[in-house]
């Protein structure tokens, strides 16, 4: 009964290449983000989505696109990879995203990794 | 423009001893702060939630307190045990998006039995 899971777990694929990383959570929340975690450990927030509706979105390539087909999905589809892209991306759930002033605690899928070769 | 920096950036214990785990954060316009444990090759565990309203909030052997005048969260972690490694992370919003985390850098925990 996993709250927040991606797919696929790793990830190794060729510059150029295009690819997609999934996230579901079963926990019936209304936001979801995607992070992005460097070499150096760096936690950084790419996108979030809440009820389908884009509601942050930072200073990130245009070869990166999230879709959310529904407020239970989130997922990520990176074009034209580049080693730069090499890191893990991690997607979370909270029940708001906090438009009352008190932010829901985040709830963290257990990472993807992705390399980038 | 939200900045979180966490003091020390690594940490060497004996079992059982008390130790605090410092954050502090430049934008105090914030509604609450939160703490997070990250295993090696895991995703992120959240530990703790503290209202701004809140002065601290305890789970367990770990107590965490938040002051937004000086802009700063402590984590106590009583009695530490060696499963207490791992890496901490505080994350506190910024701006309008109340659903920005910006993280620190972490803290990176090692209990010796």
């Known amino acids: 009964d996993t709250a927040v899971s991606q797919t696929p777990k790793y990830l190794v694929t060729q510059m150029g290449n295009d690819k997609s990383i999934k996230c579901e959570q079963n926990?019936?929340?209304?936001?979801m983000y995607w992070y992005k975690q460097d070499s150096k450990k760096f936690l950084k927030i790419m996108f979030s989505?809440?009820?389908?509706?884009?509601?942050i979105n930072e200073t990130v390539p245009n070869r990166f696109s999230p879709k959310s087909p529904d407020k239970a999905h989130l997922n990520l589809h990176i074009n034209s990879l580049e080693l730069g892209d090499s890191a893990v991306y991690f997607c979370?759930?909270?029940?708001?995203?906090?438009?009352?002033?008190?932010?829901?605690?985040?709830?963290f899928g257990p990472g993807t990794r992705l390399l980038v070769l | 423009k939200q900045e979180v920096t966490q003091i020390p950036a690594a940490l060497s214990v004996p079992e059982g001893e008390n130790l605090v785990l410092n954050c502090s954060f430049t934008?105090?316009?914030?509604?609450?702060l939160q703490w997070f444990r990250q295993d090696p090759g895991k995703g992120l565990t959240s530990l703790l939630l503290?209202?701004?309203?809140?002065r601290e909030q305890t789970s367990g052997r770990l107590n965490a307190s938040l002051d937004k005048s000086s802009g700063r969260s402590t984590l106590y972690i009583a009695a530490s045990q060696p499963g207490d490694s791992a890496t901490y992370l505080c994350?506190?919003?910024?701006?309008?998006?109340?659903?920005?985390?910006?993280f620190g850098q972490g803290t990176i925990l090692t209990v010796h039995p």
């Open positions: 979370a759930s909270s029940q708001d995203h906090g438009t009352s002033g008190f932010q829901e605690t985040q709830y």
């Open positions: 926990l019936g929340h209304d936001t």
């Open positions: 989505y809440n009820n389908k509706e884009l509601i």
């Open positions: 994350a506190a919003p910024g701006g309008t998006s109340y659903g920005k985390l910006t």
């Open positions: 503290i209202q701004s309203s809140q």
């Open positions: 934008d105090s316009a914030i509604y609450n």
